[in-house]
Nanobody, 123 residues
Framework: QVQLVESGGELVQAGGSLRVSCAVS????????MGWFRQAPGKERDFVAG????????YYADSVKGRFTISRDNAKNTVYLQMNSLKPEDTAVYYC????????????????WGQGTQVTVSS
């Protein structure tokens, strides 16, 4: 089965940068669309960024456009989320997800999920 493991979350000062990673099992990683979601305490899990098997297909939530960049390394079966100019409102558990087909925003369209990594941005 497909397994996803996030890493890299930590405490960071506002205005700083952080990169979180997601390692994915399986020989067909390159054919999956990958997404990053985040969930703050007491709030819903929201879409952050997505990338298709063609890396030209990238989408971002309005709240992170210009600050976050999603990328993937198919040789390493890994997807990354580079987060710059971090704000306290970026504080959340960040989840990696995978699906078949094109990039999508809705949680229910993703087939596989990691357990998340905590990102905390201090003011």
């Amino acid at each position: 089965q497909v397994q996803l493991v996030e890493s890299g979350g930590e405490l960071v000062q506002a205005g700083g940068s952080l990169r979180v990673s997601c390692a994915v099992s399986g020989r067909t990683f390159g054919r999956y669309t990958m997404g990053w979601f985040r969930q703050a305490p007491g709030k819903e899990r929201d879409f952050v960024a997505g990338i298709g098997w063609s890396t030209a297909d990238q989408y971002y939530a309005d709240s992170v456009k210009g600050r976050f960049t999603i990328s993937r390394d198919n040789a390493k079966n890994t997807v990354y989320l580079q987060m710059n100019s971090l704000k306290p409102e970026d504080t959340a558990v960040y989840y990696c997800a995978a699906k078949f087909g094109g990039v999508a925003y809705a949680r229910h369209l993703y087939n596989y999920w990691g357990q998340g990594t905590q990102v905390t941005v201090s003011s």
